[in-house]
């Protein structure tokens, strides 16, 4: 079977290679963490429950603001779960100028920005800003309620990448589910990733590079 969307590819991991390591992720100070294809699954499904419980629906925008590590993965195929539309931006500097994120988020109108336990304080950084300030912020957790199935069409969207705003106001690039999984193949076959290979990648998860070849390439050779 071939997949169209990138939840489909993580979904049929998750049935076939349940036990085997999706990601490891390697702090300086905890050592190495991993999670396994049915453990993403699981928690994907189970993030993507509390999000219709937030309100959140298919098409919708959610910013994910995150350290580095499992909870942005999760939070990316929570969204991917419901059709909603995962936005990746980088952490705003503690008393930095936010107006980058507020010209995102006016733009996108986003439902929910969704955050981790580290950032939990984002809160309080975007309290000085009448925009950032009024949208829902979550941290997903998790629950043992089931998931109604949603399906997602290959033309719809799979994310929103917006540009970094150096030279000029973000804008924002939609990428499509289809537009996804080609790149990923052309990527697979052009570097010769197979089953044996393994990916390691220090480069940020909201950056381009960093999510589609840092994390989803390494799970289309899986």
């Known amino acids: 079977m071939v997949e169209n969307t990138i939840k489909e590819v993580l979904a049929r991991h998750s049935r076939e290679i349940t036990d085997k390591v999706a990601f490891h992720f390697v702090l300086p100070t905890e050592g190495k963490k991993s999670?396994?294809?049915?453990?993403?699954?699981?928690?994907?499904?189970?993030?993507a429950v509390q999000l219709i419980e937030l309100g959140v629906k298919k098409g919708d925008k959610c910013l994910l603001i995150f350290n580095q590590g499992f909870e942005f993965?999760?939070?990316f195929f929570a969204c991917q779960q419901i059709g909603a539309i995962p936005v990746p931006?980088?952490?705003?500097?503690?008393n930095k100028p936010l107006e980058k994120w507020e010209k995102i988020a006016s733009d996108c109108k986003p439902t929910?920005?969704?955050?981790?336990?580290?950032?939990?304080?984002?809160?309080?950084?975007?309290?000085?800003?009448?925009?950032?300030?009024?949208?829902?912020?979550?941290?997903?957790?998790e629950t043992e309620r089931a998931l109604p199935k949603e399906s997602i069409a290959a033309h719809e969207l799979a994310l929103l990448q917006y540009?970094?705003?150096s030279t000029g106001n973000p804008k924002g690039v939609m990428v499509t589910q289809n537009s996804l999984m080609a790149?990923?193949?052309?990527?697979?076959?052009?570097?010769?990733?197979?089953?044996?290979?393994?990916?390691?990648s220090w480069l940020p998860f909201y950056h381009d590079m960093g999510l589609v070849l840092g994390i989803l390439e390494s799970m289309s050779f899986s």
């Open 73 to 75: 993965i999760i939070a």
């Open 89 to 94: 931006l980088n952490i705003p500097g503690r």
């Open 35 to 47: 999670i396994t294809f049915g453990d993403l699954q699981r928690k994907s499904e189970s993030g």
């Open 112 to 141: 929910i920005i969704l955050t981790g336990e580290a950032t939990e304080k984002l809160g309080d950084t975007f309290k000085s800003s009448g925009i950032l300030n009024n949208i829902k912020l979550a941290i997903l957790s």
């Open 163 to 165: 540009t970094s705003g």
């Open 183 to 200: 790149n990923l193949d052309a990527l697979r076959i052009q570097l010769r990733f197979d089953t044996k290979s393994v990916m390691v």
